[in-house]
């Protein structure tokens, strides 16, 4: 992972990402509603984003440039997979959600393709 950013804006770019997977755009409120922070806190952190050029804002739409896309696609794909894994596990899906926030923001890269190709591996 590259360690441009530090855990919240992380979460802030996998919002991002998530919020147009789901609905096809993200606005601010999205985002605030999304993470439950203020709008004024969001768009504090919105700004610093766009200015470290991990966001673009289009009128109303944020958008994900491909620094920030890369960034929050390799956090997504780390928490889908040990939310899924825990879930099948027997970890009840609210406590392997939370889990799988934390998992996402401290494993390598390195380390996560390598536990991602044992437990592949083992299905």
Do not use: P
């Not at 806190?41 to 620094?67: P, Y």
């Not at 899924?84 to 393709?113: K, N, P, W």
């Amino acid at each position: 992972m590259n360690k441009q950013v530090g855990k919240s804006q992380e979460d802030y770019l996998k919002a991002i990402l998530i919020q147009i997977k789901t609905a096809g755009a993200c606005r601010m409120t999205d985002v605030a509603d999304r993470l439950g922070f203020s709008k004024s806190s969001t768009s504090t952190a919105i700004k610093k984003l766009e200015d470290e050029g991990f966001v673009i804002r289009d009128n109303w739409r944020i958008l994900l440039t491909d620094k920030g896309l890369e960034i929050a696609e390799s956090l997504y794909e780390k928490y889908v997979f040990f939310k899924d894994l825990l879930i099948r596990c027997g970890v009840d899906e609210d406590t392997a959600s939370s889990a799988a926030c934390l998992f996402e923001h401290d494993i390598s890269d390195d380390s996560f393709e390598k536990l991602k190709s044992s437990v592949v591996c083992r299905n």
